[in-house]
């Protein structure tokens, strides 16, 4: 369970960009638009975002392993590294494209779990669930920090939308939609007929998903309504996501 040095190198970007985001000029983002800034925003929001979903992908696997499956540790699921979770085009490159197109974090990589050694299917709901929980622990504890530890304006900013976004995740990963975390944990409590649909469907569901948001824009801002509905009472500021997100779609 030892961090791989690619999340570690990952942290360290995000970490740059931490610094750019606090020393660039975030005042002037509306007309000058300080590179410093926006370079710094785009950096700490990829290498944090990037973070999460290494920790998303964890979050599974730990909770298999201690509910019985132990092979995961054997496939490496358990040392943060980005390479050991599915297809890195996949399931980080494109997840990061979309991000970065639109501000909506697609779900990205994925754990392979033997679900029949799990105990029960309170297990094998729970191994669902631990990924989005993740992402939402890590929403709480941005929100968190940018309320009790004094920071620079253009740090607080990327922190921000960076919290937002992992309630965004959260949010989008506990929809019931085959494919979706919120699916898995409901199916091992479905009929074996309603499992066979999940099956089939799950290869494109959640692409269908999301055509959906990009195409009907009431349904995107539903969603992000409901997440700022969350963050806001996690500690999360508004207006300083809306500053973060503005800076890091900075080409719109």
């Known amino acids: 369970m030892r961090p791989s040095p690619i999340f570690l190198g990952i942290l360290a970007v995000a970490v740059a960009g931490g610094f750019l985001a606090a020393y660039g000029d975030s005042t002037t983002l ?13 950096l700490l929001v990829l290498g ?7 920790l998303h992908e964890f979050g599974h696997a730990f909770v298999a392993f201690r509910g019985g499956d132990h092979e995961i540790a054997h496939k490496g699921y358990l040392s943060l590294d980005v390479r ?51 992402n939402l622990a890590v929403g709480a504890a941005l929100c ?3 309320m ?16 937002l976004l992992q309630v965004m995740t959260f949010l989008i990963n506990i929809l019931p939609v085959p494919g979706l975390d919120g699916w898995g944990a409901l199916e091992p409590y479905l009929s074996p007929q309603a499992r066979a649909f999940g099956a089939r469907v799950r290869p494109w569901a959640p692409l269908a998903l999301f055509a959906l948001f990009f195409l009907f824009r009431p349904l995107s801002d539903l969603l992000w309504t409901i997440a ?25």
């Open 84 to 134: 050991r979770y599915a297809d890195p085009v996949l399931s980080f490159v494109l997840p990061l494209i979309f991000l970065l197109i639109g501000g909506i974090p697609l779900p990205g990589g994925a754990v392979w779990i033997n679900r029949g050694s799990l105990r029960n299917r309170a297990t094998a709901s729970w191994t669902s669930l631990a990924g989005p929980l993740a």
């Open 30 to 42: 509306l007309s000058s638009r300080d590179p410093m800034f926006i370079a710094g925003v785009v």
């Open 228 to 252: 700022e509905g969350i963050y806001e009472p996690l500690g999360g500021n508004a207006t300083a996501s809306a500053i973060g997100q503005k800076a890091f779609l900075f080409w719109r």
């Open 48 to 54: 944090g975002w990037m973070a999460s979903l290494t």
């Open 144 to 146: 968190l920090a940018t």
């Open 148 to 163: 009790l530890i004094p920071m620079a304006t253009g740090l607080f900013y990327a922190m921000s939308y960076l919290a």
